[in-house]
């Protein structure tokens, strides 16, 4: 579970600056809550979470950098799969994707891309998620060293 949110009250101290913590929202891969288990929200079912130190939110800023119209290739994170198994979604949006019908019954590696021309060339973007893999182990993935 990862913090996203914090709810102050003012203390009981008497101090003017002294606050308590009230309320804590967390995230996990499917709901928001805080700490009595209330559920705040129910997320998709392309919902993501933080890795415990960074909220999804936080992370997923870099998909500001994108323009509107995106690539979006999404591989099994498993040995061995088929074309099949590869959803490609061509000239979409975020909000297409997150619209579609796909269901979420294994882990993927998804790749945002796109490309546009500049000036004097072509300027190219990418975002890499990759499901249950802890930012900071990112580094060690096989699937992010092969393009290193």
């Not at 891969?29 to 993501?48: C, F, I, K, P, Q």
């Not at 936080?58 to 994170?77: E, F």
């Not at 590869?86 to 949006?93: A, G, H, I, N």
Request: aromatic share 12%.
């Amino acid at each position: 579970k990862t913090p996203v949110t914090f709810q102050f009250v003012k203390s009981s101290s008497g101090y003017d600056h002294d606050f308590d913590t009230s309320d804590t929202a967390y995230e996990e891969r499917d709901r928001v809550y805080n700490d009595a288990g209330t559920m705040s929200e129910t997320l998709s079912s392309h919902a993501r979470s933080g890795d415990g130190t960074v909220s999804y939110y936080s992370l997923s800023w870099c998909h500001t950098w994108l323009k509107d119209k995106i690539n979006i290739t999404r591989v099994p994170q498993k040995a061995f799969y088929t074309a099949k198994d590869v959803v490609k979604l061509r000239d979409s949006t975020i909000q297409e994707y997150l619209e579609s019908d796909f269901k979420e019954t294994e882990l993927f590696n998804t790749f945002f891309e796109e490309r546009h021309r500049i000036p004097g060339g072509v300027r190219s973007t990418a975002v890499w998620e990759l499901d249950n893999v802890d930012h900071r182990e990112v580094i060690k993935e096989p699937v992010f060293l092969e393009q290193m």
